[in-house]
Nanobody, 125 residues
């Protein structure tokens, strides 16, 4: 069974850090691209960061550049989203998604085949 599961969301204060985890199962992890997306109430879904597990190449949205990083532990089939210097604007439901094409990663949600259920991140001012 193919599964993508996020964890690690929660409530933090502005300026603090949080790390989200995305664990994928049911496919060959090394061939995947994993993307992190977020959606705040009343706003469109936004691509945040992605990583191609084959070559490790990443893409990052300007809105989080310098604050968020992405890393992959292929042995654990897990990708991490490290979020530092959080702002209230970062409040959203964060989703992890897997792209099985093996062509590398992109921040376009339409390219991704499997999505997690989402995890809430709330940043208080």
């Amino acid at each position: 069974e193919v599964q993508v599961v996020e964890s690690g969301g929660g409530l933090v204060q502005a300026g603090e850090s949080l790390r989200l985890s995305c664990t994928a199962s049911g496919f060959t992890f090394d061939d995947l691209a994993i993307g992190w997306f977020r959606q705040a109430p009343g706003k469109e879904r936004e691509g945040v960061l992605c990583i191609g597990n084959g070559d490790g190449a990443t893409h990052v949205a300007n809105s989080v550049k310098g604050r968020f990083t992405i890393s992959s532990d292929n042995a654990k089939n897990t990708v991490y989203l490290q979020m530092n210097s959080l702002k209230s604007d970062d409040t959203a439901v964060y989703y992890c998604a897997a792209d099985l094409t093996g062509l590398g990663c992109a921040l376009a949600g339409g390219l991704y085949d499997y999505w997690g259920q989402g995890t809430q991140v709330t940043v208080s001012p």
